[in-house]
């Protein structure tokens, strides 16, 4: 029987613990007997656009449980996808095989290219939400006790924690519908469209954008359209319209960090801070990231060498050898270079 078929035939907690390699009685603890404080360590990173994100990360055993929760419903999507109908390429985090550079590759050599970012991605979806999709969704339909168990296992403060194993997969699975109707959008626009995570991105080679997904105010203000930002909140999210932006095929473009132009490439700037970074530990035996005064350390350095290697392999061959490493990538890479 399939991984999809057992959990659509689960009915309790035993049911769920077998799915999940876990003990009942370890499952029951961590969600009953364990007080909300112990369950995870809260702290905050520089966001990019400046301003601090929480991350609240599992304690060891939930996240285990998690890490296997994600696992159980990562083969359930692949199931479902295999006998769906539609084949999309819309959503590109947190997924085999798809990456920052799948993402900004989708949009290489465009006319406009579009963005905008869904606030507060995670925290979008709270306990409710999760619980009922998988009560209600066609393709799980699952009993309400197993619902109510995955979004106990899921959610923290009740919402999906930025830091969760679980919350990735929990939040594409959620997003999904939105990505459906955005596609059909995107296509009657002539428009292509991807969702990496909470990052929004349409490009086109039309001569005009297509006002149906945004429009020029008389000030030269780019915004997405009524329509778009109706199907947004229908599907329970909201706008970041500080993160709204066109890039015009003339000037820089960018997707998920990526220069789009001609190539897919790390921005310059990059990687003039990266060379300037190995000067000074040559010369002085030290170094720091822009606008940060403590010192970094040599592993970070490596990281983003490693990363600026693996970007222009993937684009020279067309593979990647660790698309998971890239998110994790891409925020290191934000936090210490955007501008």
Known sequence: MSALKKLKSACDINDLAKLLNFKSSNI???????????????????KSSGGLRTI?????????????????????????EKTSQIKSTASQAFQPKKSIITNASLHRKKRFLFNLDIENYFG????????????????????????????????YRNRL?????????????ISHILDMRLIELSAKNKCFYTRYADDITFSTNLTEFPP??????????????????????????????????????????EVTGLTTNRIINTPIEYRKNARAMVRSLIMKGSFHMPKEEQEASVEQLHGILSFIDHVKLVTKHGHSNDPHSLPAAKEEKKSSFEK
């Open 56 to 80: 609240d990360a599992p304690e060891p055993k939930l996240k285990n449980l998690q890490s296997n929760l994600a696992y159980l419903l990562q083969e359930c999507l692949t199931e479902i």
């Open 161 to 173: 924690p930025q830091g969760s194993p679980a919350s990735p997969i929990i939040s594409n699975l």
């Open 124 to 155: 979008s979806i709270n306990f409710g939400r999760v619980r009922g999709f998988f009560i209600k969704n066609k393709n799980f339909e699952l009993d309400p006790k197993i619902a109510t168990l995955i979004a106990q296992i899921a959610c």
């Open 212 to 253: 149906e997904i945004a429009y020029e105010s008389e000030d030269k203000i780019w915004s997405p359209s009524q329509k778009l930002t109706k199907l947004i909140l229908k599907n329970g999210f909201n706008i970041n319209y500080q993160k709204v932006r066109m890039q015009l095929h003339f000037s820089r473009q």
């Open 28 to 46: 029951a603890y961590i969600i009953y007997r364990l007080k909300e404080e112990e369950k995870y360590s809260s702290f905050e990173i520089k």
